[in-house]
């Protein structure tokens, strides 16, 4: 079983080595939320290039320290650009992060990430229950980018994803998992409003891949970036908010406050946020 800290210490330790290595991450995303995917990555402390071309794409990967694949929205041009930049951050070794957007709502983004799982490597794999179900080749309901229904084995199927893909996996949902191919995490942060606001899962996607690219261990990585995501949110609606709009713009300063400082005060054992089960 592998044991990854999940102390405010150690939590404050990957934010600070964030901010200290002020990591290139490259973003492949869709159009509706890249705004906000830019900003939360730069608030984190990590410096954001949205660079999708077919040839800008791979080339910028060069210099990058980890790379999103978000499938949120396909066209040919698109599709091509994810798929050679993806190519090419493997060559160079860099963590390649993959947000399977849509995935089980049409052929077309099934074919793409279907293409994507088969040539190329990822640090680490996020979606929401209903995608991480459909990787699995399992029922999923998903309309259009939304999972509905319910997925009581979600556990056991990210980690079965986790263990074919050979990557760490998190699937969003009420509560997070976090799973890799021997052990599973569970992680009780976040608040209700998340759920409201257009962009929240592709900001985890992004999040993920910022603490890939600065932290060298995917399993950490990606747990700290969930947890501190669910931290996030719930810090944003402790402030006043009118509604969705309001929050959002109170979710973005929250994670540009969220300092390794603050981490280390936060009141509670962090430890009962995450639950490890075998």
């Not at 084995?153 to 997070?176: K, L, N």
Request: charged content about 20%.
């Amino acid at each position: 079983m592998t044991d990854v800290a999940v102390s405010v210490d150690a939590l404050s330790e990957s934010l600070s080595t964030l901010r200290e290595t002020q990591p290139l991450i490259q973003h492949l995303t869709n159009r509706v939320t890249i705004n906000d995917v830019a900003n939360s990555t730069l608030h984190w402390g990590a410096l954001p290039v949205m660079a999708d071309g077919p040839n800008d794409g791979p080339e910028m990967a060069q210099g990058a320290n980890a790379v999103l694949l978000n499938t949120g929205q396909v066209n040919d041009s698109l599709s091509e650009a994810i798929y050679e930049t993806g190519l090419a951050a493997n060559e160079r070794g860099i963590p390649v992060v993959l947000d399977p957007v849509g995935m089980g709502s049409t052929p077309t983004r099934n074919e793409l990430v279907e293409r994507l799982l088969a040539d190329i490597d990822f640090a680490a794999i996020k979606g929401n229950y209903g995608e991480i179900t459909a990787l699995a080749g399992a029922e999923a309901e998903v309309r259009g980018v939304e999972s509905v229904g319910e997925y009581e084995e979600i556990e056991d199927t990210a980690q079965a994803v986790a263990e074919s893909a050979d990557t760490v996996v998190v699937a969003s949902g009420e509560t997070d998992i976090v799973a890799s191919a021997d052990a599973v995490y569970r992680v009780d942060s976040g608040h209700e409003m998340m759920g409201q606001v257009v962009g929240t899962g592709c900001m985890l996607g992004g999040t993920v891949a910022t603490f890939c690219g600065a932290i060298d261990e995917p399993l950490p990585a990606a747990l700290h970036a969930t947890l501190a995501f669910g931290l996030v949110g719930e810090r944003a609606a402790d402030i006043d908010y009118n509604g969705p709009a309001s929050y959002r713009t109170n979710f973005l300063d929250s994670v540009w406050n969220l300092t390794p400082d603050e981490a280390a005060e936060i009141d509670g054992a962090l430890a009962d946020r995450i639950e490890q089960n075998t």
